[in-house]
Protein backbone atom coordinates (compact mmCIF):
# COMPACT_ATOMS: atom_id res chain seq x y z
CA UNK A 1 0.00 0.00 0.00
CA UNK A 2 1.32 3.70 -0.91
CA UNK A 3 0.98 4.76 2.93
CA UNK A 4 3.30 1.68 3.68
CA UNK A 5 6.12 2.36 1.25
CA UNK A 6 5.97 5.99 2.56
CA UNK A 7 6.38 5.27 6.34
CA UNK A 8 9.19 3.02 5.23
CA UNK A 9 10.67 5.43 3.41
CA UNK A 10 10.77 8.38 5.12
CA UNK A 11 10.07 7.03 8.74
CA UNK A 12 7.24 6.95 11.40
CA UNK A 13 8.80 10.22 12.79
CA UNK A 14 7.72 12.36 9.39
CA UNK A 15 3.67 11.52 10.36
CA UNK A 16 1.33 12.00 13.04
CA UNK A 17 -1.90 10.72 13.90
CA UNK A 18 -4.83 12.69 15.08
CA UNK A 19 -8.65 12.37 15.32
CA UNK A 20 -9.89 15.75 12.86
CA UNK A 21 -13.65 15.74 14.63
CA UNK A 22 -15.90 14.12 17.13
CA UNK A 23 -19.45 13.33 15.43
CA UNK A 24 -22.13 10.71 16.00
CA UNK A 25 -22.00 7.39 14.10
CA UNK A 26 -24.70 8.05 12.00
CA UNK A 27 -22.51 11.24 10.41
CA UNK A 28 -18.96 9.18 9.95
CA UNK A 29 -19.53 8.75 6.45
CA UNK A 30 -21.04 12.06 5.81
CA UNK A 31 -17.77 13.60 7.26
CA UNK A 32 -15.40 11.85 5.99
CA UNK A 33 -16.52 12.50 2.80
CA UNK A 34 -16.50 16.39 3.40
CA UNK A 35 -12.83 15.95 4.52
CA UNK A 36 -11.85 14.07 1.47
CA UNK A 37 -13.44 16.56 -0.66
CA UNK A 38 -11.54 19.13 1.15
CA UNK A 39 -8.08 18.32 1.82
CA UNK A 40 -7.75 14.96 -1.29
CA UNK A 41 -5.54 13.66 0.75
CA UNK A 42 -2.95 11.46 -1.10
CA UNK A 43 -3.02 8.23 0.81
CA UNK A 44 -6.49 7.60 0.16
CA UNK A 45 -6.50 5.44 -2.42
CA UNK A 46 -10.35 5.57 -2.56
CA UNK A 47 -11.80 8.97 -3.06
CA UNK A 48 -15.63 7.96 -1.88
CA UNK A 49 -16.36 7.25 1.52
CA UNK A 50 -17.29 3.92 2.34
CA UNK A 51 -16.85 2.75 -1.04
CA UNK A 52 -14.86 1.26 -3.20
CA UNK A 53 -16.21 2.91 -6.24
CA UNK A 54 -13.98 3.86 -9.12
CA UNK A 55 -10.84 1.73 -7.67
CA UNK A 56 -9.45 -0.93 -9.53
CA UNK A 57 -6.48 -3.41 -8.53
CA UNK A 58 -3.30 -2.88 -10.71
CA UNK A 59 -2.11 -5.68 -12.48
CA UNK A 60 0.29 -6.90 -10.40
CA UNK A 61 -1.90 -6.36 -7.26
CA UNK A 62 -4.05 -8.51 -9.13
CA UNK A 63 -1.27 -11.39 -9.21
CA UNK A 64 -0.49 -10.50 -5.80
CA UNK A 65 -3.73 -10.98 -4.04
CA UNK A 66 -3.81 -14.38 -6.55
CA UNK A 67 -1.10 -16.10 -4.81
CA UNK A 68 -1.74 -15.39 -1.83
CA UNK A 69 -5.37 -16.74 -1.97
CA UNK A 70 -3.76 -19.63 -3.46
CA UNK A 71 -1.44 -20.42 -0.62
CA UNK A 72 -3.86 -19.56 2.03
CA UNK A 73 -4.21 -22.40 4.04
CA UNK A 74 -7.87 -22.93 5.87
CA UNK A 75 -7.88 -24.64 9.50
CA UNK A 76 -10.89 -27.25 10.15
CA UNK A 77 -12.27 -24.66 12.82
CA UNK A 78 -12.82 -21.94 10.26
CA UNK A 79 -14.33 -24.35 7.99
CA UNK A 80 -16.97 -25.26 9.87
CA UNK A 81 -17.86 -22.10 11.09
CA UNK A 82 -18.53 -21.13 7.07
CA UNK A 83 -20.43 -24.64 6.72
CA UNK A 84 -22.71 -23.37 9.46
CA UNK A 85 -23.06 -19.97 8.24
CA UNK A 86 -24.15 -21.33 5.17
CA UNK A 87 -26.11 -24.19 5.92
CA UNK A 88 -29.97 -24.06 5.23
CA UNK A 89 -29.37 -20.50 4.02
CA UNK A 90 -32.09 -19.46 0.64
CA UNK A 91 -32.44 -16.93 -1.73
CA UNK A 92 -35.84 -15.65 -2.55
CA UNK A 93 -37.30 -15.82 -5.94
CA UNK A 94 -36.16 -12.49 -6.90
CA UNK A 95 -32.59 -12.72 -5.95
CA UNK A 96 -32.77 -15.86 -7.84
CA UNK A 97 -34.69 -14.76 -11.27
CA UNK A 98 -32.17 -11.80 -11.28
CA UNK A 99 -29.32 -14.40 -11.36
CA UNK A 100 -30.64 -16.22 -14.17
CA UNK A 101 -31.75 -13.25 -16.37
CA UNK A 102 -27.99 -12.05 -15.60
CA UNK A 103 -26.32 -15.25 -16.99
CA UNK A 104 -24.68 -13.86 -20.01
CA UNK A 105 -24.81 -17.66 -21.23
CA UNK A 106 -28.63 -18.00 -20.80
CA UNK A 107 -30.21 -19.48 -23.86
CA UNK A 108 -34.66 -19.25 -24.14
CA UNK A 109 -35.71 -21.62 -25.93
CA UNK A 110 -38.96 -22.89 -27.59
CA UNK A 111 -41.47 -26.02 -27.19
CA UNK A 112 -43.17 -27.00 -30.03
CA UNK A 113 -46.23 -29.72 -29.36
CA UNK A 114 -45.99 -31.77 -32.29
CA UNK A 115 -50.05 -32.68 -31.90
CA UNK A 116 -51.40 -29.07 -31.13
CA UNK A 117 -49.13 -27.05 -32.58
CA UNK A 118 -48.66 -24.83 -29.25
CA UNK A 119 -45.73 -22.90 -28.83
CA UNK A 120 -44.27 -22.21 -25.48
CA UNK A 121 -41.24 -19.44 -24.54
CA UNK A 122 -39.17 -20.58 -21.64
CA UNK A 123 -36.06 -18.45 -20.51
CA UNK A 124 -33.53 -21.19 -20.07
CA UNK A 125 -32.96 -24.36 -21.29
CA UNK A 126 -33.20 -25.46 -16.98
CA UNK A 127 -36.22 -24.16 -17.33
CA UNK A 128 -37.43 -26.42 -20.16
CA UNK A 129 -36.36 -29.46 -18.69
CA UNK A 130 -38.18 -29.03 -15.71
CA UNK A 131 -41.18 -28.44 -17.73
CA UNK A 132 -39.98 -31.77 -19.54
CA UNK A 133 -38.91 -33.52 -16.64
CA UNK A 134 -35.85 -33.91 -17.91
CA UNK A 135 -31.78 -32.61 -17.16
CA UNK A 136 -30.89 -29.22 -18.88
CA UNK A 137 -28.19 -31.27 -20.77
CA UNK A 138 -30.79 -33.88 -22.03
CA UNK A 139 -32.73 -30.00 -23.08
CA UNK A 140 -29.10 -29.28 -24.81
CA UNK A 141 -28.77 -32.65 -26.54
CA UNK A 142 -32.33 -32.74 -28.13
CA UNK A 143 -31.81 -28.90 -29.04
CA UNK A 144 -28.53 -29.87 -31.11
CA UNK A 145 -29.35 -33.28 -32.97
CA UNK A 146 -33.11 -31.46 -33.57
CA UNK A 147 -34.36 -34.84 -32.11
CA UNK A 148 -38.29 -34.13 -30.89
CA UNK A 149 -38.36 -35.47 -27.19
CA UNK A 150 -41.36 -37.20 -26.93
CA UNK A 151 -44.27 -34.72 -28.49
CA UNK A 152 -41.90 -31.64 -28.51
CA UNK A 153 -39.82 -30.24 -30.62
CA UNK A 154 -36.96 -28.03 -29.48
CA UNK A 155 -35.20 -25.09 -30.82
CA UNK A 156 -33.64 -21.33 -29.91
CA UNK A 157 -35.86 -18.25 -29.07
CA UNK A 158 -34.94 -14.92 -29.82
CA UNK A 159 -32.93 -13.10 -27.56
CA UNK A 160 -34.42 -9.94 -26.54
CA UNK A 161 -36.40 -9.29 -29.51
CA UNK A 162 -33.25 -10.51 -32.22
CA UNK A 163 -34.23 -12.42 -35.23
CA UNK A 164 -32.93 -16.15 -35.37
CA UNK A 165 -29.57 -15.93 -37.08
CA UNK A 166 -28.80 -13.10 -34.29
CA UNK A 167 -30.08 -15.24 -31.54
CA UNK A 168 -28.60 -18.39 -32.95
CA UNK A 169 -25.44 -16.17 -33.16
CA UNK A 170 -25.46 -14.84 -29.71
CA UNK A 171 -26.15 -17.96 -27.68
CA UNK A 172 -23.07 -19.81 -29.26
CA UNK A 173 -20.57 -16.93 -29.41
CA UNK A 174 -18.67 -17.96 -26.78
CA UNK A 175 -17.54 -20.83 -29.29
CA UNK A 176 -17.67 -19.35 -32.72
CA UNK A 177 -16.91 -14.96 -31.51
CA UNK A 178 -13.51 -13.93 -33.41
CA UNK A 179 -11.40 -12.12 -31.08
CA UNK A 180 -7.96 -9.76 -30.73
CA UNK A 181 -5.53 -10.12 -27.94
CA UNK A 182 -2.79 -7.02 -27.39
CA UNK A 183 -0.09 -8.14 -25.54
CA UNK A 184 0.10 -4.40 -23.01
CA UNK A 185 3.87 -4.86 -23.20
CA UNK A 186 4.95 -6.13 -26.41
CA UNK A 187 2.03 -4.50 -28.01
CA UNK A 188 2.12 -8.03 -30.33
CA UNK A 189 -1.80 -8.26 -31.33
CA UNK A 190 -2.93 -12.08 -31.91
CA UNK A 191 -6.26 -12.93 -33.97
CA UNK A 192 -8.36 -16.04 -32.73
CA UNK A 193 -11.49 -17.43 -34.58
CA UNK A 194 -13.55 -18.51 -31.68
CA UNK A 195 -13.46 -17.87 -27.82
CA UNK A 196 -12.58 -21.30 -27.17
CA UNK A 197 -9.04 -20.79 -28.98
CA UNK A 198 -8.48 -17.58 -26.55
CA UNK A 199 -9.48 -19.11 -23.52
CA UNK A 200 -7.02 -22.24 -23.73
CA UNK A 201 -4.29 -19.82 -24.53
CA UNK A 202 -5.16 -17.57 -21.39
CA UNK A 203 -5.87 -20.91 -19.43
CA UNK A 204 -9.01 -19.26 -17.74
CA UNK A 205 -12.70 -20.64 -18.84
CA UNK A 206 -14.77 -19.55 -21.52
CA UNK A 207 -17.46 -17.99 -19.39
CA UNK A 208 -15.22 -15.65 -17.51
CA UNK A 209 -13.61 -14.59 -20.87
CA UNK A 210 -16.98 -13.41 -22.02
CA UNK A 211 -18.32 -11.74 -19.22
CA UNK A 212 -14.82 -10.10 -19.47
CA UNK A 213 -15.76 -9.01 -23.25
CA UNK A 214 -19.03 -8.05 -22.15
CA UNK A 215 -18.35 -5.99 -19.01
CA UNK A 216 -15.48 -4.29 -20.64
CA UNK A 217 -16.57 -4.00 -24.71
CA UNK A 218 -16.01 -0.41 -24.84
CA UNK A 219 -13.28 0.09 -22.29
CA UNK A 220 -9.70 0.27 -24.21
CA UNK A 221 -7.38 0.20 -20.42
CA UNK A 222 -8.97 -2.78 -19.27
CA UNK A 223 -6.73 -5.81 -19.45
CA UNK A 224 -7.11 -9.59 -18.90
CA UNK A 225 -3.46 -11.49 -17.60
CA UNK A 226 -1.65 -8.63 -19.22
CA UNK A 227 -3.50 -8.26 -22.55
CA UNK A 228 -6.31 -6.27 -23.90
CA UNK A 229 -9.37 -7.76 -25.36
CA UNK A 230 -11.29 -7.09 -28.50
CA UNK A 231 -14.25 -8.37 -30.33
CA UNK A 232 -13.63 -8.71 -34.18
CA UNK A 233 -17.02 -7.72 -35.36
CA UNK A 234 -16.66 -9.15 -38.74
CA UNK A 235 -18.51 -12.25 -36.86
CA UNK A 236 -19.91 -14.56 -40.04
CA UNK A 237 -17.04 -14.28 -41.81
CA UNK A 238 -13.50 -15.91 -41.52
CA UNK A 239 -11.38 -12.77 -40.08
CA UNK A 240 -9.02 -11.35 -42.47
CA UNK A 241 -6.11 -11.03 -41.21
CA UNK A 242 -3.67 -8.36 -41.40
CA UNK A 243 -0.68 -10.83 -40.20
CA UNK A 244 2.35 -10.21 -39.18
CA UNK A 245 5.26 -11.67 -41.26
CA UNK A 246 7.55 -14.04 -39.41
CA UNK A 247 11.18 -14.96 -40.30
CA UNK A 248 12.04 -18.56 -38.77
CA UNK A 249 15.43 -19.67 -38.83
CA UNK A 250 16.28 -23.27 -38.71
CA UNK A 251 19.61 -23.34 -36.14
CA UNK A 252 20.24 -26.91 -37.67
CA UNK A 253 20.21 -26.11 -41.08
CA UNK A 254 20.40 -22.69 -40.54
CA UNK A 255 17.59 -22.48 -43.53
CA UNK A 256 15.17 -19.21 -43.50
CA UNK A 257 11.74 -19.04 -44.40
CA UNK A 258 9.43 -16.72 -44.11
CA UNK A 259 5.85 -17.12 -43.63
CA UNK A 260 2.65 -14.51 -44.02
CA UNK A 261 1.24 -15.24 -40.90
CA UNK A 262 1.27 -17.15 -37.34
CA UNK A 263 -1.14 -19.99 -38.46
CA UNK A 264 1.09 -20.70 -41.20
CA UNK A 265 4.50 -20.23 -40.10
CA UNK A 266 2.77 -22.85 -37.38
CA UNK A 267 1.76 -25.35 -40.20
CA UNK A 268 4.78 -25.65 -41.81
CA UNK A 269 7.08 -26.67 -38.41
CA UNK A 270 3.95 -28.81 -37.26
CA UNK A 271 2.99 -27.36 -33.87
CA UNK A 272 0.19 -26.03 -32.81
CA UNK A 273 -0.59 -21.87 -33.77
CA UNK A 274 -1.23 -20.66 -29.92
CA UNK A 275 2.00 -22.28 -28.70
CA UNK A 276 3.77 -20.36 -31.79
CA UNK A 277 1.79 -17.20 -30.50
CA UNK A 278 2.03 -17.67 -26.84
CA UNK A 279 6.08 -18.32 -27.67
CA UNK A 280 6.79 -14.83 -29.46
CA UNK A 281 4.32 -12.60 -26.98
CA UNK A 282 6.15 -13.16 -24.08
CA UNK A 283 9.06 -11.70 -25.97
CA UNK A 284 11.63 -15.32 -24.84
CA UNK A 285 15.26 -15.20 -26.07
CA UNK A 286 16.34 -18.99 -26.19
CA UNK A 287 15.33 -21.00 -29.23
CA UNK A 288 11.80 -22.05 -29.77
CA UNK A 289 12.00 -26.03 -28.70
CA UNK A 290 15.68 -25.74 -28.76
CA UNK A 291 15.64 -25.76 -32.95
CA UNK A 292 13.89 -22.05 -34.08
CA UNK A 293 14.75 -18.93 -33.90
CA UNK A 294 12.27 -15.92 -34.75
CA UNK A 295 12.21 -12.56 -36.31
CA UNK A 296 8.75 -10.64 -36.95
CA UNK A 297 9.30 -8.76 -40.45
Request: net charge positive; with cysteine; aromatic share 10%.
Amino acid sequence: MTIYKALLKYGYAEFRLEILEYCNTNKLIEREQFYFDKYNPEYNILKIAGSPLGYRHSEAAKNLISIASKNRKVSESTRELKRKALLGRTLDKEHLEKMRLSNTLRQPVLLTNTKTGKIQEFSSMTDAGEYLGISRVSVRKYLLSNIPFNDYTITKAPLNGKDDVESSFTSDVVSQQPVLLTNKLTGISQEFYSMTEVAKFLGISRKRLWNFLSNTANTENETLKGYTVSKITDKYAKVNKKSIKIEVTDIDTNEVNIYPSFTLAAEAMGVPRASLSGYLAKNRTNPYRKKYIFKLV
